[in-house]
């Protein structure tokens, strides 16, 4: 006899099968996205994404603190509907990954061989689909999602080998994330198909997963979290920039670029256009992951403890620090509040892992090499990150001369000219912000670099300057006994 947990599960698997398939037949989704200037695949994508807080509620109501196996099932059908509803049969893709995951941990166990047989086949799977679905313009297609779960697979691998090694030579961080147990099927399946986070994201542990199961990730322990007011809020913040992007994305175009009319504009113009584009085509990204971070945060799973006041945290799965994204007037500022989690990601398994190789600008190089591959194999994503490792190293530098400069340090810490530097600052940053996005967005070499060239390559031009007279600079302004007491 069905328990009603079991009913539960069965309900929630009937209505969202329902609501897909009502979406499908009626074919309302082509009329509302031609009404609203958007493809039918990014209104499918939207939707799927704002259908998890129904799911999380009805998560809180009827599935906290029940069986396991039941909120596995739940997340599993849930992420394969939405799967179904976006790729339709090309879900096959993730489910072939995911199974043979679940084989490689089972049959290599906790071993090296068995973490660089997952990163090389999960990778590889990812690439080759990138290069038979690759166009010269962004679809959302399978492969969007499929990227986020090779980063999850990846991870699980890796946290799955450290759980076999001496607890004591791992780090803090390591003994955080390591999996303790042989995680099952259901387990991986659940986690991966996480309705949260399996289309855009965020990335998230294994144990924190295992911790939302066990009803372990609440600020009331045995109760259901008090996490509806800071998942509204999240919602409302990414509604404002959703409204936002859909008022103003026909007015600010990535096709402007590549239009006569832009390349006959004076010099300024097009370096004042590509700044206002380079900063509004992020918000297309910071509405997808307020979203889920709020779907999160409404389930448990963005719960992170308890600050110094004993108020509880929900940024466990915070993918954007929107306050910091705004204001910062450097570059590292925006990389440390944009896709953090992701970031996040990259540092704790690649970057790091890199530490035999003794330079940490090597393992930098190298983490920006996966990063770009990872999004695709456009010549776009190489070029994009390739300025983001050249960009970080000249900021550092100059952060360094106007450090240790007393001339320079005296002038930066003049009250009144403050705002002055701050608005000079922010005009390089989001010019070359604009400048990295361009190739980024437009993908191919003959698009990136039609625009680069109207622009004279001034983000190349400025920067490799800057890397090789900054050195020669700080010479001059830093006094060698600035230096020999910085030796000592």
Same mark, same amino acid.
Request: proline share 3%; charged share 15%.
């Given at each position: 006899?069905?328990?009603?947990?079991?009913?539960?599960?069965?309900?929630?698997?009937?209505?969202?099968?329902?609501?897909?398939?009502?979406?499908?037949?009626?074919?309302?989704?082509?009329?509302?996205?031609?009404?609203?200037?958007?493809?039918?695949?990014?209104?499918?994508?939207?939707?799927?994404?704002?259908?998890?807080?129904?799911?999380?509620?009805?998560?809180?109501?009827?599935?906290?603190?029940?069986?396991?196996?039941?909120?596995?099932?739940?997340?599993?059908?849930?992420?394969?509907?939405? %799967?179904?509803?976006?790729?339709?049969?090309?879900?096959?893709?993730?489910?072939?990954?995911?199974?043979?995951?679940?084989? *490689?941990?089972?049959?290599?166990?906790?071993?090296?061989?068995?973490?660089?047989?997952?990163?090389?086949?999960?990778?590889?799977?990812?690439?080759?689909?990138?290069?038979?679905?690759?166009?010269?313009?962004?679809?959302?297609?399978?492969?969007?999602?499929?990227?986020?779960?090779?980063?999850?697979?990846?991870?699980?691998? *890796?946290?799955?080998?450290?759980?076999?090694?001496?607890?004591?030579?791992?780090?803090?961080?390591?003994?955080?994330? %390591?999996?303790?147990?042989?995680?099952?099927?259901?387990?991986?399946?659940?986690?991966?198909?996480?309705?949260?986070?399996?289309?855009?994201?965020?990335?998230?542990?294994?144990?924190?997963?295992?911790?939302?199961?066990?009803?372990?990730?609440?600020?009331?322990?045995?109760?259901?979290?008090?996490?509806?007011?800071?998942?509204?809020?999240?919602?409302?913040?990414?509604?404002?920039?959703?409204?936002?992007?859909?008022?103003?994305?026909?007015?600010?175009?990535?096709?402007?670029?590549?239009?006569?009319?832009?390349?006959?504009?004076?010099?300024?113009?097009?370096?004042?256009?590509?700044?206002?584009?380079?900063?509004?085509?992020?918000?297309?990204?910071?509405?997808?992951?307020?979203?889920?971070?709020?779907?999160?945060?409404?389930?448990?799973?963005?719960?992170?403890?308890?600050?110094?006041?004993?108020?509880?945290?929900?940024?466990?799965?915070?993918?954007?620090?929107?306050?910091?994204?705004?204001?910062?007037?450097?570059?590292?500022?925006?990389?440390?509040?944009?896709?953090?989690?992701?970031?996040?990601?990259?540092?704790?398994?690649?970057?790091?892992?890199?530490?035999?190789?003794?330079?940490?600008?090597?393992?930098?190089?190298?983490?920006?090499?996966?990063?770009?591959?990872?999004?695709?194999?456009?010549?776009?994503?190489?070029?994009?990150?390739?300025?983001?490792?050249?960009?970080?190293?000249?900021?550092?530098?100059?952060?360094?001369?106007?450090?240790?400069?007393?001339?320079?340090?005296?002038?930066?810490?003049?009250?009144?000219?403050?705002?002055?530097?701050?608005?000079?600052?922010?005009?390089?940053?989001?010019?070359?912000?604009?400048?990295?996005?361009? %190739?980024?967005?437009?993908?191919?070499?003959?698009?990136?670099?039609?625009?680069?060239?109207?622009?004279?390559?001034?983000?190349?031009?400025?920067?490799?300057?800057?890397?090789?007279?900054?050195?020669?600079?700080?010479?001059?302004?830093?006094?060698?006994?600035?230096?020999?007491?910085?030796?000592?």
């Amino acid at each position: 006899m069905a328990t009603a947990a079991d009913q539960d599960a069965e309900t929630a698997a009937k209505l969202v099968a329902g609501v897909l398939r009502v979406a499908v037949e009626e074919h309302w989704l082509g009329k509302l996205s031609a009404y609203l200037g958007a493809s039918e695949q990014a209104l499918r994508l939207i939707i799927s994404i704002f259908l998890g807080y129904p799911l999380a509620l009805f998560y809180r109501q009827f599935l906290f603190y029940k069986d396991c196996y039941l909120i596995h099932l739940f997340h599993i059908v849930t992420g394969l509907s939405i %799967a179904y509803f976006n790729f339709g049969n090309q879900l096959y893709h993730s489910l072939i990954c995911v199974v043979l995951q679940f084989l *490689v941990l089972r049959l290599m166990g906790r071993t090296v061989t068995a973490v660089l047989t997952t990163f090389f086949f999960q990778m590889a799977y990812l690439l080759a689909g990138y290069f038979y679905t690759a166009t010269d313009t962004y679809d959302i297609k399978w492969t969007m999602p499929h990227c986020v779960l090779t980063l999850k697979l990846i991870g699980l691998a *890796v946290d799955y080998y450290d759980g076999g090694k001496d607890w004591n030579s791992l780090s803090v961080e390591q003994q955080k994330y %390591a999996i303790l147990r042989v995680p099952s099927l259901m387990e991986i399946a659940g986690f991966s198909y996480f309705y949260g986070g399996f289309l855009v994201g965020p990335q998230f542990s294994m144990n924190n997963y295992m911790k939302l199961v066990h009803g372990q990730m609440t600020d009331v322990p045995g109760k259901k979290s008090n996490s509806i007011l800071p998942a509204l809020k999240r919602l409302s913040l990414g509604l404002f920039y959703l409204v936002g992007y859909t008022l103003l994305s026909p007015y600010i175009t990535e096709e402007y670029l590549l239009s006569q009319d832009y390349e006959s504009r004076p010099f300024w113009f097009r370096c004042l256009y590509m700044l206002v584009w380079g900063k509004f085509v992020l918000y297309k990204y910071v509405t997808c992951w307020l979203v889920t971070e709020g779907v999160c945060i409404l389930t448990g799973l963005g719960f992170s403890g308890l600050d110094e006041k004993g108020q509880p945290l929900w940024n466990a799965c915070a993918n954007m620090k929107i306050w910091l994204f705004e204001t910062t007037p450097r570059f590292t500022g925006t990389i440390a509040s944009f896709n953090i989690n992701t970031n996040a990601w990259v540092a704790r398994y690649i970057f790091k892992r890199l530490k035999f190789l003794g330079n940490k600008v090597v393992s930098q190089g190298l983490s920006l090499l996966f990063l770009a591959l990872w999004h695709g194999l456009h010549s776009g994503y190489l070029i994009c990150f390739q300025m983001e490792f050249l960009i970080v190293i000249v900021e550092r530098q100059v952060a360094r001369l106007i450090t240790e400069s007393p001339v320079l340090s005296k002038l930066a810490s003049i009250t009144a000219l403050q705002p002055v530097f701050y608005l000079v600052q922010q005009t390089i940053h989001w010019l070359f912000m604009g400048y990295s996005m361009t %190739a980024f967005c437009l993908f191919t070499w003959d698009k990136w670099f039609k625009v680069y060239k109207s622009v004279y390559f001034l983000g190349h031009v400025f920067f490799l300057s800057l890397l090789f007279i900054l050195p020669y600079v700080h010479k001059i302004l830093v006094p060698r006994k600035e230096k020999l007491k910085k030796a000592e």
